[in-house]
């Protein structure tokens, strides 16, 4: 009986062992190295899907290979709202933002439902290229369709995950929104996993250009591993900007081998059979607005009963 409990005791040992193992070994992926010529070659020991996937993301947007197409207007709900106690990590890959207090989401815009957003990161250069060419900054506002639970929950399912692409181009001028965020890696720049509350204020809708009637769209994958072919991409070519000295601010997270993340962007991936959509024109609603941002309905009615009880007290 205790040979059977040593052997029982050893096998779960050896077992915890192995599933640590895989663990470690599966968050160990990084990005290559930039070449002295400054190209960049793929990233090795990613495995599965990132390999053999044939809806695999970033790709190069170009209008030649795109067919037209016309959507509906985006709604974007409480993205004009004030980013209150949102946690950013430096997670070893890039900066990542949480959504905070936040309850934003958005639908329209061909999507088959309500995306809420779960949180937004950058990579740097961008990884979506436009006519082969590569821009400064790009961020990911990453959303979860609100059928699943959980952002793991919705990426394993086909259009689980919205992702808005945002580019950014280098201007003499820092950009505001993007000072506040740096603002919150001075701590956690060489700090692994480690998360800070952000003590400035900014709205999603700064991190979006002012012309979202136009984008292109395409249904891939996520960028990193596990490159899970369940996102739906919407990608606005209307750059927003940064300044260079905020660029190479970027630069100098530490990534989990303590080593400067000089760039953090996966190099294009063939379109294959895939449809590229270019959106320039929407089905109008009858305010004519090229988007909508909408606060919390349940504050407007609030704000309005208020204003009736008002004006009946002082008649």
């Given at each position: 009986m205790a040979d059977n409990?040593?052997?029982?005791?050893?096998?779960?040992?050896?077992?915890?062992?192995?599933?640590?193992?895989?663990?470690?070994?599966?968050?160990?992926?990084?990005y290559p190295k930039p070449n002295p010529d400054g190209t960049v070659g793929e990233p090795e020991h990613w495995g599965g899907?990132?390999?053999?996937?044939?809806?695999?993301?970033?790709?190069?947007?170009?209008?030649?290979?795109?067919?037209?197409?016309?959507?509906?207007?985006?709604?974007?709900?409480?993205?004009?709202?004030?980013?209150?106690?949102?946690?950013?990590v430096n997670n070893g890959h890039t900066i990542q933002?949480?959504?905070?207090?936040?309850?934003?989401?958005?639908?329209?815009?061909?999507l088959s439902n309500k995306y809420i957003l779960e949180q937004f990161h950058f990579h740097w250069s961008s990884e979506h290229t436009i006519a082969d060419q590569r821009y400064a900054?790009?961020?990911h506002l990453v959303h979860r369709n609100s059928k699943y639970a959980t952002l793991t929950d919705a990426a394993a399912q086909k259009a689980g995950v919205a992702v808005l692409a945002v580019l950014f181009h280098v201007d003499e001028q820092p950009n505001e929104a993007i000072k506040t965020i740096l603002d919150g890696t001075a701590s956690v720049k060489d700090k692994v996993n480690d998360y800070v509350r952000l003590t400035g204020s900014f709205s999603l809708e700064s991190?979006?250009?002012?012309?979202?009637?136009?984008y292109f769209r395409y249904e891939g994958s996520l960028t990193t591993p596990i490159c899970a072919e369940s996102v739906v991409w919407t990608i606005f070519p209307h750059s927003l900007p940064v300044s260079l000295?905020?660029?190479?601010?970027?630069?100098?997270?530490?990534?989990?081998?303590?080593?400067?993340?000089?760039?953090?962007y996966r190099p294009v991936q063939p379109l294959n059979a895939r449809a590229l959509v270019w959106v320039a024109e929407t089905e109008q609603r009858a305010d004519g607005g090229s988007s909508i941002l909408r606060t919390n309905f349940l504050s407007m009615t609030a704000a309005l009963s208020l204003s009736i009880v008002i004006c009946y007290l002082r008649t």
């Open positions: 409990r040593v052997t029982g005791c050893y096998l779960l040992v050896v077992l915890g062992l192995a599933l640590t193992l895989s663990v470690c070994v599966a968050d160990t992926w990084h899907n990132c390999d053999t996937g044939r809806r695999q993301s970033p790709i190069d947007l170009n209008m030649k290979a795109a067919v037209k197409g016309a959507y509906p207007l985006f709604v974007f709900d409480n993205y004009d709202q004030p980013m209150r106690n949102a946690s950013l933002v949480s959504a905070g207090e936040v309850s934003a989401s958005v639908y329209g815009g061909g900054l790009e961020v991190l979006l250009p002012k012309s979202r009637t136009e000295a905020q660029l190479e601010e970027f630069k100098t997270i530490r990534d989990g081998e303590h080593e400067e993340l000089v760039l953090n």
